[in-house]
């Protein structure tokens, strides 16, 4: 299993402002995956990191909205820009292991909350 | 498109008596299952899968999950439950054969032991 730790673990920002997390794995991974999860709601995938490549988005997220990086095998950033009070959640990174049926191992959690 | 409920927001439960957190999905091909619990101000942890083979999976802490194909269900069962498994537990699904890091995640319940 892969141990993985986000900073911040949680943060207060003010509308319009802009907040970068970071995701930091113990072992290399060729790709890693942020969600988010809305109070009440499930956890909705945002993205794909692959390292080396451009984020792969799903439906409803843009790369100008949540700006990734993954500059090496066992980091990535997730930037919330230009927030509002509908961002406000709990943002994921996650790690996937092939070789155990698509098993995804979960960071802490960045409690993000604007107001 | 794939889809899974969770059918309890929440449910309370008195400590030693027995649970079932019920989940559904929706998907016409074969598919991986698995079960996470987020304790609170903790990230998710994987609780058990269901991968292929015996339709009956246990976790190491008692909790054990049944595959029904017929009724298209992965309902979480613990005989006996603790004040320790206070938590919300979520049921996810994916294809096989879909691309990396399609999690589809339920809605959560909120498990709460009382003594």
């Known amino acids: 299993s892969a141990v993985i730790s986000q900073k911040p673990s949680r943060d207060i920002c003010q509308r319009g402002t802009s907040l970068t997390i970071q995701c930091q794995v113990d072992?290399?991974?060729?790709?890693m995956f942020w969600y988010r999860q809305q109070p009440g709601q499930s956890l909705t995938l945002i993205a794909t990191?692959?390292?080396?490549?451009?984020?792969?988005?799903e439906s409803g997220f843009v790369i100008d909205k949540f700006p990734i990086s993954r500059p090496n095998l066992t980091f990535s950033t997730l930037t919330v820009s230009n927030m509002s009070p509908e961002d406000s959640s709990i943002y994921l990174c996650s790690v996937e292991d092939p070789l155990a049926g698509r098993e995804q191992y979960f960071g802490p959690g960045t409690r993000l909350t604007v107001t | 498109a794939q889809s899974v409920t969770q059918l309890d927001s929440q449910v309370p439960v008195f400590e030693e008596a027995p649970v079932e957190l019920r989940c559904n999905y929706s998907s016409s091909v074969s598919v991986y299952l698995f079960w996470y619990v987020q304790y609170p101000n903790q990230g998710l942890q994987l609780l058990l899968k269901y991968l292929s083979g015996s339709t009956l999976v246990e976790s190491i802490n008692g909790f054990e999950a049944e595959f029904n194909k017929s009724q298209t269900s992965f309902h979480l069962r613990k005989p006996s439950v603790h004040i320790s498994d206070t938590a919300e537990y979520f049921c996810?699904?994916?294809?096989?054969?879909?691309?990396?890091?399609?999690?589809?995640f339920g809605k959560g319940t909120k498990l709460s032991v009382k003594p």
């Open positions: 996810a699904v994916s294809e096989p054969g879909g691309s990396q890091g399609n999690l589809i």
């Open positions: 072992s290399q991974v060729t790709m």
């Open positions: 990191a692959n390292q080396g490549s451009e984020a792969t988005y």
